[in-house]
């Protein structure tokens, strides 16, 4: 049998991605699509049964609604306040500790690197009680930075592996030319290695942003109250207090997802940047 023309081949391809990615695209965002629906629906509607039926009127004073009568406004100010100093802690521990495992060798340089990547096989959920003790012996349950420290500690491995590769990628010859012209160590990390990581520093930025603030397991084993709940663990209790209130619930969903979103956008280009880095030589 001959291969059938190059002409028909395409044709069914576009067939193809005519089927196929309107679908997938569909089952993809089909989730996302029945929870924005259920932020907009009328509280009446729930209280009748139309779940999935269309709403009798588009009720937009739902999202208002969320924050006069829940403390949405405290569970988003108080992810902020856990998140902001995560990223910072984390990316800034992995940098220094990546550019020692990655310039300098050492007799012990490839076994701690492999402690950092074993790390992240560890599955945390059989960590849960020995760190839901260790902050309650050490005054750290139900505490912002404590929640932010043990976040600081779980993401720093893979941070590490992720620095470490970056910068091991980057062209050795320039810090031995610093080195010759006898530039101080902290120098040559701080005004040669650092500018070039830049776009890595923002991919990771991006990834670990969106880890701590969609982080569900940790909110809820660290901390128990509003003045401290993140917004995932905050969005878990309005669910057990206003049980009917599924409009609610869903447009603090809504609400919840927009900055990371917002933050992607807003690092796009240095966050594609950040992970084709090196890809073409």
């Known amino acids: 049998m001959f291969p059938r023309p190059i002409q028909q081949r395409s044709q069914a391809a576009q067939w193809v991605y005519k089927i196929a990615l309107p679908v997938s695209l569909f089952l993809w965002l089909f989730p996302l699509i029945g929870v924005a629906i259920t932020s907009v629906r009328p509280a009446a509607d729930l209280a009748q049964g139309n779940y999935f039926g269309i709403p009798s009127y588009i009720a937009f004073e739902n999202y208002a609604d969320v924050f006069r009568n829940t403390p949405m406004g405290r569970y988003i100010l108080n992810s902020f306040i856990v998140t902001i100093p995560t990223v910072i802690g984390a990316v800034a521990l992995s940098l220094m500790t990546g550019f020692a495992l990655a310039v300098y060798k050492f007799k012990a340089n490839l076994i701690l690197f492999f402690m950092f990547v074993a790390g992240n096989f560890v ?4 960590l849960m009680v020995p760190v839901r003790d260790m902050t309650l012996n050490l005054g750290m349950y139900n505490t912002y930075w404590g929640l932010a420290l043990f976040h600081i500690a779980f993401q720093t491995g893979f941070c590490t592996l992720f620095m470490r590769n970056f910068i091991k990628a980057l062209p050795f010859e320039l810090i031995e030319a610093a080195r010759v012209e006898g530039v101080a160590e902290w120098r040559i990390f701080w005004f040669i290695v650092l500018p070039l990581m830049r776009p890595a520093i923002a991919a990771l ?36 207090q206003w049980v009917a209130a599924w409009h609610l619930v869903s447009a603090g969903s809504i609400l919840a997802a927009l900055p990371p979103v917002a933050m992607f956008f807003l690092m796009q280009k240095h966050f594609i940047a950040g992970l084709t880095l090196g890809a073409v030589k």
């Open 123 to 126: 599955p945390f959920q059989i």
């Open 205 to 240: 930025s991006v990834l670990i942003f969106t880890f701590i603030w969609n982080d569900f397991f940790w909110a809820t084993v660290l901390t128990t109250s509003p003045e401290t709940q993140p917004i995932t663990a905050g969005l878990s209790s309005l669910n057990g």
